[in-house]
């Protein structure tokens, strides 16, 4: 499915900029909020099925992709409140909330936060307390195995940094398509010595597993909120 061209714009929150992007459509409002290290670019596929009844964006949260980069708040009350000034920025009273992965986090911290704000919850492959597979991992025998890779070749385009990433997670080479590269091409960057690197600093990532799966503790909702739930599971060969 080839990538869309919907509206791309930044909306100033918590002293910082997100980027979103902005489909259009009539009905409530839909937005996706994405996995670790992703952008808005990554539903480009499939966002656009849903303009006949619904308004549909994506929001890219800090630290990722075109949006600012700040030094802290990488917790879920500050991407919570991120998204709030999102929606009041936009004029949205209530929206639907799908996210995926990492955003399972923020569906539940916001909807137990601002309930009245939330009009329906879609989890997608969306884990929202990781604690006890973070015990089951630590207790795994082959914890501490270290996989020896070659060592990559720098890449000084965009497109030996994707030629990198298929060769690396052959898993993401079996599903990709046009919409990956617009997705790439958003995520990463050129060094001062033109070496593409990730946009998303290590030291970013590191406080998001530190603050949004090692330590969070899902907050409950106290209010009913239909929740639609989808989560892949691995074929085994």
Known sequence: MKPSNPKSDFVPVNGIRLHYLDWGGNGPALIFLTGMGSSAYIFGGFAPLFTD???VLALTRRGQGDSDIPETGY???TLTEDIRQFMDSLSIDKAILAGHSLAGVE???FSATYPERVEKLVYLDALDDRRKERKIMEQHPLRNLQIKRE???PSRTLEEYIASVKRDVPEFARIWSK???EELAHNVMANEDGIFIDKMPASVEKMMVA???NEYAPKKVGAKIPILSFYGKRKRK
Do not use: F, G, K, Q
Request: hydrophobic residues 45%; charged residues 30%; without cysteine.
């Open 53 to 55: 009844r619904l308004h």
């Open 75 to 77: 917790d879920a009350d």
């Open 107 to 109: 569906l539940t911290h």
């Open 151 to 153: 060592e990559s070749i």
């Open 179 to 181: 919409v990956w590269d």
């Open 211 to 213: 603050n949004l799966i």
